[in-house]
């Protein structure tokens, strides 16, 4: 167990009752960043998440030449302008490009680095330089990017990009939109189709997204393709509220008694949105409802009440990539439904910010809850009376999706807990607390 600092969570005195606004996408702000730093122009945004995953893409796309004036507005939020580099390209860095803990900023940024004469060096926090990145640095050589050093699976790596990228047909090994963005920014520049084929549908924000900036992109339900080269142009942004953030707040809604909520104002893209068809499985009060749209984003509502009887359910493979992000929370809301829950086809959480699929299982053996790993499939098995014991102490291992489960098990607990190293929410929800908090009073 790690010396970080560590923070009690104590049970709620009072349900979450009321009207959430979230934070907005992580995903969708991270795009709205890059992809206006590629663009030709000056791009409005507003609604960008103000977190450090964030930051890192604003302070890489600065270095490499974009002129980003995004402050904090009212609501906590970042609004303003990039001005990208357009067909300038990008400039020389003269230090390495610094991703911090952000695995989207890095992966993307080699495909956006890919068709420009420079030499960088990214690389990130310990956390991001234990992840796989030959992922993403296989393909993009394929299309003629060169990586030092070539075989290298882990930051920091240097990248020299290809003035005359070809166009390519690639069959992603698994589905991560992360991969899947690189390819296609990449393709951009390249001329002709570049398609990325998937195993299963991952989250095409940046499909959505592209054809704002001006690039010819096609796509159906495992298969994207940018037709190149397209110049990108400016364009302005209003990035909705964070689906993946709305989950922690749907699940202790749920586990507390007596809380409803309305979360407002957040994206419902259906590739996000699995968490709430996975709690629907297990019965509980929650339900989407679509208000409109910002750009090609579905946006709404979720309401969601506390639901007394929970059961397990099981989510097959092919949707595991809409619940990518949510397996924690979820996983903690399995372990008070009645039966086993099955998540199936998950080895990918493996090798996210943390070992989260070990992290699940070892903390959910904390609350005295059976969960365990066979076949590449997670298994819960629930129970409706769970009563944390005394005196448990979590480890986020600097993961924030794990920092966020564990406080919502103490806080709709029946004892309080303690969580070691919570600062990492800043990652993707700084005000996770206060807006829990705000809830309650
Ligand atoms: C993301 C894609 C997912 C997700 C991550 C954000 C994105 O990762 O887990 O938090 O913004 O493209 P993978 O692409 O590695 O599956």
Redesign the pocket.
């Known amino acids: 167990m790690s010396n970080e600092k560590s923070t009690a969570f104590a049970p709620l005195t009072s349900p979450l009752k009321g009207t959430a606004k979230l934070p907005g996408d992580?995903?969708i702000s991270?795009?709205a960043v890059l992809f206006a730093a590629m663009a030709e122009g000056m791009s409005h945004l507003a609604g960008v998440l103000d977190s450090e995953d964030v930051r890192s893409s604003i302070n890489v796309v600065t270095q490499l030449g974009a002129k980003v004036d995004l402050l904090p507005s009212d609501d906590g939020s970042l609004e303003g302008t990039v001005t990208g580099w357009g067909s300038n390209g990008p400039i020389q860095p003269t230090e390495p490009l610094d991703c911090g803990n952000s695995?989207?900023t890095a992966?993307?940024l080699m495909g956006m680095l890919a068709p420009w004469g420079i030499e960088a060096t990214i690389t990130g926090d310990d956390s991001l330089k234990r992840r796989p990145m030959r992922r993403n640095t296989a393909p993009l050589m394929k299309m003629g990017v060169q990586f030092k050093p070539a075989e290298a699976d882990h930051l920091p790596i240097t990248e020299n990009g290809c003035k005359q990228l070809r166009a390519i047909t690639y069959d992603a090994p698994?589905?991560?939109?992360?991969?899947?963005?690189a390819v296609l920014l990449a393709g951009v520049y390249a001329k002709g189709k570049t398609t990325v084929n998937e195993p299963a549908p991952?989250?095409n924000?940046t499909e959505l997204m592209l054809p704002e900036f001006g690039v010819t992109t096609t796509a159906g339900t495992r298969v994207a393709t940018v037709t190149g080269p397209a110049l990108m142009h400016a364009s302005d942004i209003i990035v909705p509220g964070d689906p993946?953030s709305a989950a922690f707040l749907c699940a202790a809604a749920i586990l507390k008694p007596g809380s409803a909520l309305t979360i407002e104002n957040v994206s419902l893209n259906p590739a996000r949105i699995g968490f709430v068809r996975t709690l629907e499985r297990m019965g509980a009060n929650i339900a989407e409802h679509r208000t409109g749209a910002e750009g090609k984003e579905y946006v709404g509502t979720i309401t969601v009440s506390s639901t007394g009887s929970l059961r397990g359910c099981e989510v097959p493979s092919q949707h595991f990539?809409s619940i990518?992000?949510e397996v924690p929370i979820l996983a903690l809301v399995a372990a008070h439904a009645k039966g086993v829950t099955v998540f199936r086809g998950v080895s990918?959480l493996r090798v996210?910010e943390s070992d989260r699929l070990q992290a699940i299982i070892d903390g959910l053996d904390k609350l005295g809850v059976d969960a365990w790993e066979e076949g590449g499939n997670l298994f819960v098995e629930g129970d409706p009376g769970l009563e944390i014991p005394e005196g448990v102490v979590f480890d986020t291992h600097g993961d924030h999706r794990l920092a966020m489960t564990w406080a919502i098990a103490g806080l709709t607990g029946n004892t309080p807990v303690e969580v070691k190293g919570f600062d990492c929410i800043n990652v993707s929800y700084p005000n996770f607390l206060t807006d829990i908090e705000r809830l309650c009073s």
């Open positions: 992580k995903s991270h795009r695995g989207t992966r993307l698994m589905a991560s939109a992360q991969l899947k963005t991952s989250r924000h993946s990539a990518i992000d990918e996210k």
